[in-house]
């Protein structure tokens, strides 16, 4: 590698990193795989280049590169290499982008073996909230393989992926003429990145590729497509544009699917990588309506895989535009089986996880019983600081206090502390109403979590916004009451039947059934949590008292205790 100033630490450092055995990461690879610039460990070909790209990057950042020039002179690199720098369509490319080409880069000796080397390091750039506005998570090979799976451009057949990134689904499809894929991405170094990856990937084919610049869901052009395939963004919301009247979420994976839908020609083939929260999610009902009911739902994969830095699993979801058929295929780690359609447009919601008779007829039982919910409690969430990084720190100091977090949140309790901040709500990003943390007692929950965990706190503690907090107002029950139903097995299975994803909601708790009680319940439940509270193995004897409130049989428990 070419000199550069940089310290002993860093160069050392870096030669580790590009050093590293293939059978695992470094060290500092798996420091930054949870820390705040994600490594798309998923999206490399070859395990050995992980460190080579972070060492890269880390080259970039140190020396103060600007990424878009970075990143075009490692283009125009391997342009170069492939022998295709002269060719009329590389050039017309290459001066849409009069960028400089960076000395500091032109030796540094660059990873082979990679399919898309321009992404994985475009990934390893970004940092972890950019990702997570923009639902930046590329899509790994194995996935993208599923997705494109039986797809051949031939005839004239046209392949769009409107959320294309730096083209790692484009990349896969089997074709002949790269003039047949089309790709579209908000991102305008991700849409520079593409067309590169398309010249490198066909070498013999003199081309302008088609990526454009763009917001999709702004798009109304009326060509279509044969083949439309995305990873599209998760979890930010948009607008609801008067042509998707059929979503009122506000979803952005779900307004791309019904947008991209009408881009499709008849008989055309639409694929979507979603999160798993899709399948069964109260929230995404409008969209799992408009596949049941305007187009061809033919099959549904979940996949084992997960997405460095994203919490939830995916689901690929493959449709074509004809009217609607009678079975639609479920594949899991289970197997695969087949589900009638109707039978999904009876189910709660439209959830695409059907129910079993046994199931239905336990919910609507459990359900019957309720007298009271939460709705007319009180919620804040945690403190939102900012950055985290400034200001929290690893050991009390004066001026200093606890602040727990969604980790130290268990089922009753609280584990020790591992956290404490300089509480100056003016210095802080967003805070909750003073009362809700200095209450004489309140409960706290794990926001992302795929159970409910609620743990009581009667010391005015401090939470972060990872940790929500509920004071319940249910008649005729305290408040540890209420956190022994909330723990309970019977809440618990209500929770897993009605499709709870990775994040606790408050309109999914509202419509927990809470069930009238006596005063002798009251107390007892009461005294079962601060045996709980006080270190004692109580949990059995108080799920067996919410049992016999809810006079449930012994056949039914063991239903509700097997499903958990």
């Known amino acids: ?144 393989g599923t997705l494109l799976k039986n797809i051949r451009l031939e005839n004239g057949k046209r392949f769009l992926d409107p959320c294309c990134g730096s083209g790692a689904l484009l990349l896969q499809v089997r074709c002949q003429d790269p003039a047949s894929l089309c790709g579209m991405d908000n991102d305008p170094l991700a849409v520079m990145l593409a067309k590169f990856n398309l010249l490198l990937k066909y070498p013999n084919a003199d081309f302008i590729p088609d990526i454009r610049c763009g917001d999709f869901l702004q798009c109304h052009d009326a060509e279509k497509f044969d083949f439309i395939v995305t990873n599209p963004p998760w979890g930010a919301a948009c607008g609801v544009l008067p042509s998707e009247e059929d979503i009122c979420s506000g979803e952005s994976f779900s307004l791309f699917f019904v947008h991209a839908f009408r881009f499709l020609k008849p008989a055309g083939v639409i694929r979507f990588l979603f999160p798993e929260a899709m399948l069964d999610v109260k929230k995404h009902q409008d969209l799992r309506q408009f596949m049941l009911k305007k187009c061809r739902l033919e099959k549904i994969i979940c996949f084992a895989e997960k997405f460095s830095g994203v919490c939830c699993g995916s689901v690929g979801v493959f449709c074509r535009n004809c009217p609607p058929g009678r079975v639609i295929r479920l594949k899991n780690a289970a197997g695969e089986k087949k589900i009638l359609r109707k039978f999904l447009l009876t189910e709660p919601f439209c959830s695409f996880i059907p129910r079993s008779a046994e199931d239905t007829e336990l919910v609507k039982y459990i359900c019957s019983q309720k007298k009271y919910d939460l709705s007319g409690s009180r919620w804040a969430i945690g403190v939102v600081t900012g950055n985290n990084r400034e200001k929290l720190f690893p050991a009390p100091a004066p001026g200093l206090e606890p602040i727990y977090t969604g980790r130290e949140v268990q089922f009753f309790t609280l584990s020790a502390c591992c956290n404490f901040i300089r509480y100056d709500r003016r210095e802080l990003q967003q805070t909750a109403p003073e009362e809700f943390y200095r209450a004489p007692e309140k409960l706290v929950y794990k926001f992302i979590s795929n159970k409910l965990v609620f743990a009581y706190d009667n010391s005015g503690a401090l939470f972060l916004n990872s940790a929500n907090i509920l004071i319940p107002e249910i008649p005729g029950m305290s408040i540890k009451t209420v956190l022994a139903f909330l723990n309970s097995e019977v809440f618990a299975y209500l929770r897993k039947i009605s499709g709870g994803g990775v994040k606790v909601l408050k309109g999914e708790l509202n419509t927990l059934p809470f069930p009238e009680i006596s005063p002798e319940d009251d107390r007892l439940l009461e005294t079962l949590v601060d045996k709980i509270l006080a270190g004692e193995d109580a949990s059995s004897v108080l799920n067996e008292r919410i049992f016999r409130i809810f006079a449930l049989t012994a056949e039914q428990i063991d239903h509700i205790r097997q499903s958990l």
């Open 1 to 144: 590698m070419k000199d550069f100033p940089i310290s002993k630490a860093t160069r050392k450092n870096w030669k580790r990193l590009q050093t590293a055995a293939d059978a695992r990461l470094t060290k500092r690879a798996n420091k930054r795989l949870s820390g705040r610039q994600i490594v798309p460990v998923e999206y490399f070909r070859k395990r050995r280049n992980i460190g080579k790209v972070l060492a890269l990057a880390d080259l970039i950042s140190h020396l103060g590169l600007r990424w878009e020039e970075a990143l075009y002179t490692i283009a125009v690199r391997l342009l170069r290499q492939a022998g295709i720098g002269n060719n009329s369509g590389v050039r017309q490319v290459l001066a849409q982008y009069p960028l400089r080409f960076l000395a500091e880069l032109e030796e540094v000796e660059l990873p082979c073996g990679e399919t898309d080397l321009l992404g994985a390091l475009y990934q390893c750039l970004l940092l972890e909230g950019y990702k997570n506005v923009k639902g930046s998570y590329y899509t790994p090979r194995p996935i993208a």
